[in-house]
């Protein structure tokens, strides 16, 4: 099914108040893993907390977790619930991973209730290049997706999965508009987007969850732990 779909997103900090917003098209698009062994990779910059300011509309806001270089994202239970870790900063990358949970449900009124994490080139317009994992609400379906050049485009992953993994993706050098995506080192797809581009992006580390309606989300969230880019 394609259709297109507003994304937004609306925050406020400690120390003042943001508004963010962007505008993607979804299509689905179904491939299937060819067993590719996880290509060698050198990390060019781990991510702390410090790197992260923490955004919250209302209901539960994020949160650094003690002990750890982890951060917690939860779901908002409001109408409209815009919550977010963004990276303060940008680093030149070609790719990104992470260890953390997607901890969703089904209990969203539409598929625009979703968790994500990603990096992205425009944190002003939110509708620049875009690589990452996407789990929408309404079904509890994990996704890798792309954005770029007015297109949005995934590949299921998981159904129901709420436990912890090692998420990645890489863009290929070769060509700009692939990128290959991995969960706990095992390949699952390559997306292509010949209107984006994400090899060498000035890139920001973001996690997120957009609610928008439904039964009481409590319990659902992001975690991430060791975040690199590449």
């Known amino acids: 099914m ?5 994304k937004f997103m609306m925050a406020a900090a400690i120390v003042g108040v943001a508004a963010l917003c962007f505008q ?5 698009v179904k491939e299937k893993a060819d067993g590719k062994a996880e290509k060698t990779t050198t990390a060019r910059g781990a991510l702390g907390q410090n790197n992260f300011n923490l955004w919250v509309t ?9 002990g750890s270089n982890g951060i917690c994202v939860p779901v908002g239970n409001c109408s409209t619930a815009i919550n977010a870790a963004q990276q303060n900063g940008g680093q030149y990358a070609s790719g990104m991973q ?3 949970c997607f901890k969703g449900g089904s209990n969203a009124n539409s598929g625009a209730s979703e968790q994500a994490v990603f990096v992205c080139d425009n944190v ?3 509708n620049g290049n875009e690589m990452g994992f996407v ?5 509890n379906d994990l996704k890798a997706y792309l954005q770029g050049g007015g297109q949005y485009i995934t590949y299921l992953i998981s159904d129901n999965d709420n436990g912890y993994h090692t998420y990645k993706c890489q863009a290929r050098s070769n060509n700009t508009h692939m990128v290959d995506f991995y969960v706990d080192g095992t390949y699952k797809c390559t997306l292509t987007n010949n209107s984006g581009s994400y090899y060498n992006k000035w890139y ?3 996690g997120t969850n957009h609610w928008y309606g439904g039964t009481n989300p409590t319990g659902q969230q992001i975690e991430m732990y060791n975040m690199v880019t590449y």
């Not at 394609?2 to 507003?6: A, D, G, H, R, T």
Request: aromatic share 18%.
């Open 204 to 206: 920001y580390f973001v």
């Open 98 to 100: 992470f260890y953390g």
């Open 58 to 66: 209302c209901g539960a806001a994020p949160y650094n977790i003690s």
């Open 2 to 6: 394609k259709q297109p779909i507003l």
């Open 135 to 139: 789990k929408t609400l309404e079904n």
């Open 24 to 28: 993607s098209c979804k299509k689905d």
């Open 124 to 126: 002003q317009q939110w």
